[in-house]
């Protein structure tokens, strides 16, 4: 497992280029002797990037595959948390946010977090792929914390988990995906960890609804 951590951080170096969602890849001419790496049939592409919104917290991110992220069983968001699922490749996404002391420490934020999530997973050296903090959202210190794990049979877990503190409030993503390989296990933590850097606060013309046009 360790080697398979040293790769997946080495290739999220690799891969993490930019700090905003990219634009779709522009396609490229292949010849027939060009042989592609072995892909699972469902993957999260990069591409199709969209704004996703969980009103009653206050909270948007941006996804890739946007469209794809549904609520998980058709169930609704309430005011304490918001999940959303990308179907094709069964990747779920939490969002949660609570009030806290004034000058709370990210610790304890996600020792709050941690309360709540039974299967977060304890995060050492045999399974830390790569930590980062970033000031995001706005008034927030948020802490991106990336693990490999073994999945069912011969497969590979992993989550993506961003623990952040504000004034008087804690907020948490969390993201967990398996897959077949460590190349695609690499890719997916790659663009959860760009979403999850780019969580924003929603204002409030992000809560006013379309103006309906006035029947006649």
Do not use: Y
Not at 183 to 196: F, I
């Amino acid at each position: 497992m360790r080697a398979i951590i040293r790769w997946l951080g080495a290739s999220l170096l690799t891969l993490t280029a930019c700090a905003t969602p990219p634009a779709a890849p522009t396609p490229t001419t292949t010849t027939t002797s060009a042989r592609p790496a072995p892909v699972e049939a469902s993957t999260l592409q990069d591409r199709d990037w969209g704004v996703v919104r969980a009103p009653a917290l206050g909270l948007k991110l941006a996804l890739p595959e946007a469209k794809a992220w549904l609520p998980p069983g058709g169930r609704a968001a309430t005011s304490a948390s918001f999940e959303l699922r990308h179907e094709p490749t069964s990747t779920s996404l939490s969002m949660r946010r609570w009030r806290a002391s004034r000058l709370p420490r990210m610790e304890v934020c996600e020792a709050e977090l941690r309360a709540r999530s039974a299967d977060l997973a304890v995060v050492d050296e045999s399974n830390l792929v790569a930590r980062r903090d970033v000031r995001v959202p706005q008034g927030f210190v948020t802490r991106i914390t990336l693990v490999a794990l073994p999945g069912t049979n011969t497969r590979v877990a992993g989550q993506a988990v961003a623990v952040g503190a504000g004034i008087g409030e804690c907020l948490a993503l969390v993201a967990r995906t398996e897959c077949a390989g460590e190349a695609e296990l690499a890719e997916r933590l790659r663009l959860l960890d760009v979403a999850l850097a780019h969580v924003r606060l929603t204002h409030v013309e992000d809560r006013v609804p379309e103006p309906q046009p006035i029947s006649r």
